[in-house]
């Protein structure tokens, strides 16, 4: 097991991607999980939250119940995550708790995702970490059948990483979490290389999903009566360019998901440069693909751009943005930001709050710079202090919290769709999404959950509204 270098991992290509079909768990591997309960917890991006979805079906066809909580479960899996340091140390801690309670009684341990695939993680698990049972990378998912057999039966770890990138293996069975929202894959890896980014080391390059299969996923799933999916892939635009004479892009695919008449469309993540005049026009066209639009901009300095590299300029994002909010009426744009990237001084940074001024995000994640090893930003000096770099984080917060309030306050007594998925966290209410992906908290009986409704928004706060059904 090697995590690639750079130069390696811009080398591979996915020409020749296999793609697996007909999945199946061995009929003799099909009791291991008796009378034994799992429990996946799930560290990252909706991309992890979907592998988990698989897992968990796996782990299912095996025989294992889900558990309620760590304290009921024979078998723990931590799908990780790998994007920034405090996500591997999150993991840590939650690797130390697991191996206390394996102190006092049996327990599985196993470690997927992400962390899975990065040299120094396995490298340090294989030395310190002994009470874990096994890993496995982000392209096997389809072995895990095997590979629990294998430790169960050798009692020692067992990792299988890396062995095989360029597969996409269908008909993974899969367990969802929602009834009405499902995440549908698209595409695997990210053939972006930005310079800071551990994503296409340990997710591999690009491999896209043919479009039948696709379209047929989505197909069932209105059939199964879902109202809303996700169109997922860490760089959803570039969909289709990994295949050769495809001739298919991501606005053919928008489109052709569209026609299958599925209530809502979503996509993420969207990168700018991938970003065509004829996706802004089939959303316009299709009333089912939302307004919402995902698209990280990472910093506002041309200087920060291109070190990142990011592939478009201030000016090119601005001119893309503007273009968005022309022609998709009442579209919102969230964002990614990083601040503290090396070399970032004080006119980089006011760069990128004064694009922030411009753009006045309807929400925008953002986060400290963290060196990933193996990266090329990570042989930069990181020369910006840990104060500084928390200093301007709670500047853009508190500048990217102004304009979230001021875009959810042009909602207030404005009648909106929502699509309710779930109980509220606030007692009593319902929970669910407005077509531009805001959080309302709706005072409505149960029976509207799964339904989407017209709702009046009567309050509002920086990141959720209230509203009431209309009657
Ligand atoms: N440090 C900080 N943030 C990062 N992201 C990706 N890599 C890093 C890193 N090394 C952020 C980017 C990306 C989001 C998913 O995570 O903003 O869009
Ligand atoms: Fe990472 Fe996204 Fe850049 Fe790909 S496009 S390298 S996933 S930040």
Not at 26 to 51: A, F, P, W
Request: net charge positive; hydrophobic share 35%.
């Amino acid at each position: 097991m090697e995590t690639p270098s750079l130069n390696e991992a811009k080398k591979r290509t996915c020409n020749k991607v296999n793609i697996i079909r007909n999945f199946k768990i061995d009929d003799s591997l099909k009791n291991i999980g008796k009378n034994k309960k799992y429990l996946v917890k799930t560290y990252g991006c909706q991309m992890n939250e979907r592998d988990s979805e698989n897992i968990s079906a796996i782990l299912e066809g095996m025989g294992f119940k889900k558990a309620i909580d760590l304290n009921d479960a024979d078998l723990v899996i931590l799908n990780t995550c790998a994007i920034r340091e405090n996500a591997h140390n999150k993991v840590f801690g939650m690797l130390g708790r697991l191996k206390h309670i394996k102190q006092k009684r049996p327990l599985l341990i196993g470690l997927c995702g992400c962390m899975a695939q990065e040299e120094i993680v396995v490298e340090e698990i294989i030395k310190k970490h002994k009470y874990i049972n096994f890993v496995f990378g982000t392209h096997n998912i389809h072995k895990l059948p095997n590979i629990l057999k294998k430790c169960i039966d050798s009692n020692k770890l067992e990792v299988e990483v890396w062995s095989k990138e360029g597969d996409i293996v269908e008909d993974i069975p899969i367990k969802r979490e929602n009834k009405y929202k499902a995440w549908v894959n698209i595409m695997y890896g990210c053939d972006k290389f930005c310079t800071y980014c551990i994503v296409p080391y340990t997710r591999g390059k690009q491999r896209s999903r043919l479009k039948e299969d696709i379209i047929n996923e989505v197909e069932n799933l209105v059939k199964e009566g879902y109202k809303e999916i996700t169109l997922l892939g860490q760089n959803v635009n570039a969909y289709g360019k990994d295949i050769e004479n495809y001739n298919y892009d991501f606005s053919s695919l928008l489109k052709d998901v569209a026609k299958t008449g599925i209530s809502r469309i979503r996509f993420v993540t969207s990168h700018p440069w991938d970003f065509t005049t004829q996706m802004i026009n089939t959303i316009k066209e299709y009333n089912n693909i939302m307004p919402y639009i995902h698209l990280p901009v990472q910093s506002g300095s041309n200087k920060i751009l291109k070190l990142m590299g990011r592939k478009y300029t201030r000016e090119s994002y601005l001119s893309l943005f503007k273009s968005i909010k022309d022609n998709i009426p009442n579209v919102s744009i969230t964002t990614d930001i990083i601040v503290g990237f090396p070399n970032e001084s004080e006119e980089d940074f006011n760069d990128t709050l004064s694009l922030v001024q411009e753009c006045k995000f309807d929400l925008a994640y953002t986060f400290i710079y963290s060196p990933r090893v193996g990266t090329p930003a990570s042989k930069m000096v990181d020369n910006i202090s840990l104060s500084v770099k928390e200093e301007r984080l709670q500047k853009l917060n508190d500048l990217i919290n102004k304009y979230s309030k001021l875009s959810n306050e042009k909602l207030l007594n404005k009648t909106v769709s929502v699509l309710i998925d779930g109980y509220s966290d606030k007692e009593g209410m319902l929970s669910g999404y407005t077509d531009t992906n805001k959080l309302v908290n709706v005072k409505a009986p149960k029976e509207y959950i799964g339904k989407i409704i017209d709702v009046k928004i009567i309050d509002v706060k920086t990141w959720s509204l209230t509203g009431e059904i209309i009657k």
